[in-house]
């Protein structure tokens, strides 16, 4: 039980925020509609548990652990959940009210996070923001040329997690941020969906200028910002990679295997694990992948579960 006092209405509807994010997860990530419930028990004393399952999942149960409820449970259920959450308060009781939220016991441990991105030459690894000094205005292929804005890439320069994509499309090469078109709605909501934000993890792309017309990247674009990419993963350093489609996962692993056979299975970049999944337009065109898509997601999660999550 936490020592933390927390008003129940707040620490509930946080929970019910949790359930209702993983819903919608299912939703718009892996294409299903799930309904949730909710059930009490009295435990010992005025300590509770109450037990959250989601039907036709196969995650395991969240435990809701707290003391002191009143009716107000009830009433904070509603007005926090969009989703089909139904909630069974569990009984009440007198007192001050604390609650904690766990993973259930069973849940798998940590993997040892281990970064072993070896540094191109020797010496210290660059820094993020000298790798992006050393891009400077590229005009190292001929992706240059149609470009309105360079699109180096966003977040966390010491994240845990990167996502590799492709290259920019149109609102990518407006913006100067990777992912903030339809696809990268998409990937946030991936993102949101493993209990991060946008700013805890990297993101970035095989190539950092668009493609005219949204085209594939060429060889010889994709080979002439390599080293790049190399450079701000060698200098993030990150836990685990996750290759969003076939150009990142054919490029940081040096295969031609189709995305088809590679996603799904760990990989190793340079020593760090990195799992291809499908790219977030392929879901976008492809709806009945998000499913697979999510089981990627989902195996990225059990062997690096969010610090404190
Ligand atoms: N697709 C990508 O691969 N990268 C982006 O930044 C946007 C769409």
Known sequence: MSDEAVPVADSLAEVLADVRRYLGWHRDVAGEELHAACDGALVSGKAVNVLVTVEGSSTPPVVVEYAEVSAEVASVAEP???????????PPGPGAPGISVRA?????????VEATVQAPSAGEPPRLDEVRRA???????????????LVFGVGNPKARLVFVGEGPGAEEDNQGIPFVGAAGQLLTKMIVAMGYTRDEVYICNVVKCRPP??????????????????????AIRPSVIIALGKFAAQ???RTDTPITRLRGQWREYVGVPLMPTFHPAYLLRNPAEKKAAWTDLQAVMARFPKPGA
């Open 104 to 112: 259930p016991a069973d849940s798998p441990p940590a993997a040892p």
């Open 213 to 234: 017309g949204n085209r594939n990247p060429e060889p010889d674009e994709i080979e002439a910002c390599q080293p790049f990419l190399e450079a701000q993963l060698n």
């Open 135 to 149: 891009l400077g205005d590229c005009k190292r292929c001929k992706l240059c040329s149609g470009r309105k804005n």
């Open 251 to 253: 490029t940081l692993l």
């Open 80 to 90: 926090v959940s969009e989703a089909p959450v139904v909630v069974v308060p569990p």
